[in-house]
């Protein structure tokens, strides 16, 4: 008896030391323990993440007065106390306007994983993305002009920039939305799954670690690996059912590209796709698995990787909430129309 | 010279003094520096305050889906980031709607020390308050079902009710709403001025002491008066110039009264009044001098008395941002219609 429980502690602990290089050869990487490693993906070289940045940037972020109306923030669709999304199918902005796309908001979470940002990848930083919803008219729907306006004429905001970048520094639409990417390079949230590629065998329980093995033997980790798993583009027939019609002149990228989401708490981010028509998990693998992989999963193959899948939900930041300025007489008023 | 000196500095403790006993005589009275004479005014004898209790209410304060939308929170309109309100003229809310009275958000800090809510009075409590902006078709428009069916459908919620009320707890309307009161309660920003008042002489400077000398004198304090200065019914002519016309048929409570708003954190919680069209403290003081005391207040008592209302800005209670429990399968879609 002994001997047999030996022998078959011995091939599990095999199995998992199998398993996490399987997993790292098909491109799986966790988020580093190490901060120094941790930083090193993270971090922006022409804009090194700084504690006074990441303070600055958590405010603005927070701030519904950078939009044109004064009550939608960067956190209305990029909603920190849910998954880093809004849960609904299609983000809603300024004057209640659905995306016209019919495109569902993307979580913030982990963003800083992925090669390219937007569900075309037309964005290739956090930085860059960070222009785009703030002007976006059915979104922020704010000028360049408007957020320059409202940030220089609250002097605490100034202030908090010359502490983050030196008393010249011109407190432009750049330097603000770069602010704002520097805290959401910070928005990483690393989960049981990462502790177990790190080396805790038991980070993982059996059922997790054999949804992981499914995950990979299946072929999902062909388009959805690296440290995010999902991060690059990838072919995805946009109107391959009548599920996913529903994306306007959507078309993905010029090659016909669609960005591949991450997995990263996908039990904390429905409704999925990029269309955001499809609510129930379980749904989603099982299309996946037609479409992308041209195979029927079996019930008990995607109970599995949803397995798997619980484990990729992370640890969130612990964040405190900010105090914003309070505007002045040069603020510029909310505008509903 | 050392004589006079000390003569001097003994007025001005006699003064000082003075001041407090005269800020006392006139109905002020600060938020007290002993948990347990704060706990006397702040807690529910019917539903004490917990620990338990205000971590759940704030995750239900902090929980879009609880509206129709499933995008509008409490914190939609009475942003813990900003000054408790939402620095809009008139609150926005579900499908892009404007209060239908063009009434003005009031902050949620502080709001425990109100004898009613409400600009016309007509809930006594926050418990009664909570349930109002939820089912209102321009705010967040929610049917007490959808909020039941939402809290329950996730048992992350339901076990932290059981912590916090028992076993047995029945999650239902009144019992969310109870809770998100609960969590209310303990929003309140003791400020400079407190300090003052509870004994320490250097807690306001000498404009600021002016300042508060000037309030009392002209008669500010017959009206903001208490520990929220502001809290009762008074009579306010909502017709009395151009400005206050925009209110649909808001009309104040049964007597025509209108509800005396908060002074504290006023410096942050533009634009004012209750239907939001003064966005210049000077002005609204001014005003509140010709409509409510009949008097032209000078340039110089304008400012004084704003020079003391920045010493009512609160310290805000550190919040850890709540991380709210995933939706599942049974929790009722957004409605955007």
């Known amino acids: 008896m002994k001997i047999f429980l030996s022998l078959s502690l011995a091939a599990a602990s095999l199995l998992a030391a199998n398993l996490v290089d399987t997993a790292k050869e098909a491109g799986l990487k966790p988020i580093p323990n190490s901060k120094t490693e941790l930083m090193k993906l993270i971090d922006n070289p022409k804009n090194h993440i700084t504690d006074e940045k990441v303070e600055l940037g958590k405010k603005l972020y927070f701030d519904p007065r950078l939009s044109k109306s004064g009550i939608i923030s960067c956190n209305t669709c990029h909603n920190l106390n849910e998954g880093g999304d809004d849960g609904v199918s299609a983000a809603i902005g300024h004057n209640w306007t659905a995306n016209p796309h019919n495109l569902n908001s993307p979580t913030v979470y982990n963003a800083v994983f992925f090669d390219a940002q937007f569900w075309d990848g037309r964005d290739p930083s956090l930085e860059k993305q960070a222009q785009g919803p703030i002007q976006a008219g059915p979104e922020m729907s704010a000028t360049k002009e408007h957020v320059e306006k409202t940030v220089n004429s609250m002097p605490a905001y100034i202030a908090e920039f010359q502490k ?92 016909g590209m669609v960005k591949v989401p991450t997995l990263r708490n996908i039990t904390q981010t429905a409704p999925y796709f990029h269309n955001g028509q499809i609510w129930d998990l379980k749904e989603a693998i099982a299309e996946m698995g037609r479409i992308q992989l041209g195979t029927k999963l079996s019930e008990k193959e995607v109970a599995s990787i949803e397995a798997f899948f619980q484990a990729l939900e992370g640890r969130k930041p612990t964040l405190t909430m900010p105090m914003l300025p309070a505007s002045t007489l040069t603020t510029p008023k909310p505008d509903m129309n």
Chains 1, 2 share one sequence.
């Open 164 to 255: 983050a970048y030196g008393k010249d520094v011109k407190v432009d639409f750049v330097k603000i939305t770069d602010t704002i990417a520097t805290f959401e390079r910070t928005l990483v949230t690393p989960s049981a799954y990462d502790d177990y590629l790190n080396g805790d065998k038991n980070a993982l329980n059996k059922t997790q670690k054999e949804g992981l093995k499914t995950f990979i033997d299946k072929g999902c980790v062909t388009c959805h690996n690296g440290v995010s798993l999902g991060h690059g583009m990838n072919a995805f027939n946009v109107h391959a059912t009548y599920k996913y019609q529903n994306v306007g002149d959507f078309k993905g990228d010029a090659n």
